[in-house]
């Protein structure tokens, strides 16, 4: 069974930084997976993409977080990051990570001003 946790989210000021962490387990590989994805999504708003990594390294961001988010992954340790800088109060959601088919159940950012 696909299980993925995320972590490391909370509240930050406004400039800050978070570092989330999606721990994989059951038949998840990190190592192996053709994409892995975070997203993230607000009340009543469509679930958005902030993040990609495909199996080759590459990696691919949206406009509104290039430069400021970084996906990464520990395939040792079967771990998926996203490292958030210079986050902004739009920036708070309820963040997701996604790897392959599976889903996690999404770990809280609040961006304050």
């Known amino acids: 069974q696909v299980q993925l946790v995320e972590s490391g989210g909370g509240l930050v000021q406004a400039g800050g930084s978070l570092t989330l962490a999606c721990a994989a387990s059951?038949?998840?590989?990190?190592?192996?997976?053709?994409?892995m994805r975070w997203f993230r999504q607000a009340p009543g708003k469509e679930r958005e993409w902030v993040a990609q990594m495909l199996l080759s390294g590459s990696t691919y961001y949206p406009d509104s977080v290039k430069g400021r988010f970084t996906i990464s992954r520990d395939n040792a340790n079967n771990r998926l990051f996203l490292r958030m800088n210079s986050l902004q109060p739009e920036d708070t959601d309820v963040y997701y990570c996604?790897?392959?088919?599976?889903w996690g159940v999404g770990t809280q950012v609040t961006v304050s001003s």
């Open positions: 059951g038949r998840t590989s990190i190592a192996s997976a053709d994409a």
């Open positions: 996604n790897v392959d088919a599976g």
